[in-house]
Nanobody
Framework: QVQLVESGGGLVQAGGSLRLSCAAS????????MGWFRRAPGKEREFVAG????????YYADSVKGRFTISRDNAKFMVYLQMNSLKPEDTAVYYC????????????????WGQGTQVTVSS
């Protein structure tokens, strides 16, 4: 199965932008549905965005729709999350995840997780 490593987190002012990257290892990367989740302090891990395996159908949590964009490059084994118009409530550890069976919205539908990258948005 794939292994996932996130990067690109950091500190940004409200209204700013960040792009998170997720590097996958393993030749079966294109077989996985990919997702981004986040966990804010004191809260449960929540779905942010997902993308299908091939043609790149995307779906988003209502809280990020219109501000975040998920994309993937199967040739480079990469998944990205472009985050614009960031708000303090977007502050969280962001995780990349891979699912073999379904385009899911729940963490338990995903099979492989990265270690996470911290995003902090100051007001």
């Amino acid at each position: 199965q794939v292994q996932l490593v996130e990067s690109g987190g950091g500190l940004v002012q409200a209204g700013g932008s960040l792009r998170l990257s997720c590097a996958a290892s393993g030749r079966t990367f294109s077989s996985y549905y990919m997702g981004w989740f986040r966990r804010a302090p004191g809260k449960e891990r929540e779905f942010v965005a997902g993308i299908s395996r091939g043609v790149g159908r995307t779906y988003y949590a209502d809280s990020v729709k219109g501000r975040f964009t998920i994309s993937r490059d199967n040739a480079k084994f990469m998944v990205y999350l472009q985050m614009n118009s960031l708000k303090p409530e977007d502050t969280a550890v962001y995780y990349c995840a891979a699912a073999i069976a379904t385009m899911g919205l729940r963490p338990d539908e995903y099979d492989v997780w990265g270690q996470g990258t911290q995003v902090t948005v100051s007001s």
